[in-house]
């Protein structure tokens, strides 16, 4: 199927090579996946014209619709109508195995891990942004792992400390690990956002100028580089990390990220991205098909695809399906090399008489971001094939909602939306469009 691509870069495009998967932001319970019948909601399947784009299907995703300082959920967003949802992935699950996989790297190699031989294990902490709710729950989760966490008001402080070489930052405190008798502090020596001059986030030309400069004041000191995902993590590894032998952690499992680990990448977590973008366009399927939403997701459809429950679940309260995450590190990184490949369990073909094609209007928040453009939109254009969905893909500049609002002028070409956000308060940008 030919796929109309619309990756335009705005003129002050950032090069950010950011990856930022959005996700579970709340501490709501999970619920058991539901069975819900979108036929009696919106009629999506009849003739292009007859559904007003109010009623149309629609799925944000990655960039959960959320206050950006309290993480609170925009549930007007989220309940735009009867077919709205959300796909992302469980950000405090996959913070928790992140900060594991780094504790436990800490225990393996404790002989060597302590390169200047201080008694002090000292990591920097690359952010992605300060007010995204899965950089926080990462920020977090690194912490809490390695001790170095404070309570706040609002839960485990996530803000950075700047430099820290003295330990008397107060966003963090030393923390402390034992290992056959040895006891370790653990200091979390710089961080700070990677932020870029444009104002784009996850930015790795940041990353990899901090960690010149930390490198260049804390030295040896540093024993571990942390990041808040891949294409920072990557950077750093790149200019500075691999050349010292120090090892590096990032999040998303990107490509080139897997392949490193052979050369010395500490690890990465893959969030299951084949398994959210099955989901975010799945769930437009099913709900221009007017059929169970839940078909081919817990329950198989005539073609047999269906998701186990180890690797997906719904939270009912919050209209959201988030994938479950899985550590790669050197033990299991043969597995993970091809993230483009559609998940196995949800690749076949779907049967174009019962499900005819659609066309849908999605938009990736910024075409340079390395985990959406490298990994989720091709695992996207080879899933709408297999769902029989004509799609176009609009290319964001990473900075304003404007760049990519601009180029939805005419909802009623579409029969179906997918919204990737640049900043997780601005859903209204696009339902205000939605609802002319």
Not at 6 to 26: Q, R
Not at 83 to 111: P, R, S
Not at 206 to 219: E, F, H, K, R, V
Request: a negative charge; proline letters at 3%; hydrophobic letters at 35%.
């Amino acid at each position: 199927m030919k796929k109309t691509l619309a990756l335009t870069l705005a003129a002050a495009m950032t090069l950010s090579l950011a990856a930022c998967g959005s996700s579970a932001s709340s501490a709501a319970t999970p619920t058991e996946s539901t069975s819900t019948d979108t036929s009696a909601a919106t009629s999506t399947a009849a003739e292009s014209g007859t559904v007003e784009n109010k009623d149309k299907p629609l799925v944000w995703f990655n960039r959960q619709p959320s206050n950006s300082t309290t993480g609170e959920l925009d549930t007007e967003a989220l309940n735009f109508n009867g077919n709205t949802y959300y796909v992302g992935f469980d950000a405090n699950q996959g913070a928790e195995l992140q900060g594991k996989m780094i504790a436990d790297y800490i225990k393996a190699h404790a002989d060597t891990i302590d390169r200047n031989g201080d008694g002090v294990i000292g990591y920097v902490l690359a952010i992605g942004d300060i007010g995204h709710n899965d950089s926080i729950a990462r920020t977090r989760g690194v912490r809490s792992a390695l001790g170095t966490a404070v309570e706040g008001s609002s839960g485990i402080v996530s803000d950075p400390v700047g430099t820290n070489a003295d330990g008397s930052a107060t966003q963090v405190q030393d923390g402390t690990i034992e290992v056959d008798g040895t006891t370790f502090a653990v200091r979390e020596l710089a961080s700070q956002e990677m932020k870029n001059s444009a104002g784009a986030t996850w930015d790795a030309g940041t990353a990899s100028n901090a960690i010149s400069a930390w490198a260049s004041s804390l030295g040896d000191s540093i024993d571990i580089v942390i990041s808040n995902n891949d294409g920072m993590g990557m950077a750093m590894f790149n200019s500075w990390s691999q050349e010292n032998g120090v090892p590096t952690f990032g999040y998303d499992a990107n490509a080139d990220a897997v392949a490193a680990i052979a050369d010395g990448y500490g690890g990465t977590i893959s969030q299951h991205a084949d398994v959210q973008a099955y989901l975010t366009l799945r769930l437009l399927r099913n709900a221009l098909d007017g059929v169970d939403i839940n078909t081919g997701i817990a329950t198989p459809d005539a073609a047999g695809n269906v998701l186990s429950s180890d690797v997906y679940y719904y939270n009912e309260d919050e209209r959201s399906y988030y994938a479950l995450n899985v550590a790669v590190t050197a033990d299991n990184y043969t597995d993970f090399t091809d993230s483009t490949k559609p998940y196995g369990p949800v690749s076949s073909q779907l049967d174009a008489t019962t499900s005819p094609e659609k066309s849908v209007w999605l938009d990736i928040y910024n075409s340079a971001d390395n985990f959406l453009s490298a990994t989720y939109q091709p695992l996207l254009e080879k899933y709408d094939d297999l769902l029989n969905l004509k799609i176009d893909y609009i290319g964001g500049d990473g900075q304003t909602e404007a760049n990519i609002t601009n180029r939805l002028g005419n909802p009623s070409a579409y029969d179906a939306f997918a919204i990737n956000m640049v900043k997780t308060d601005n859903a209204a940008s696009y339902t205000s469009l939605l609802n002319q």
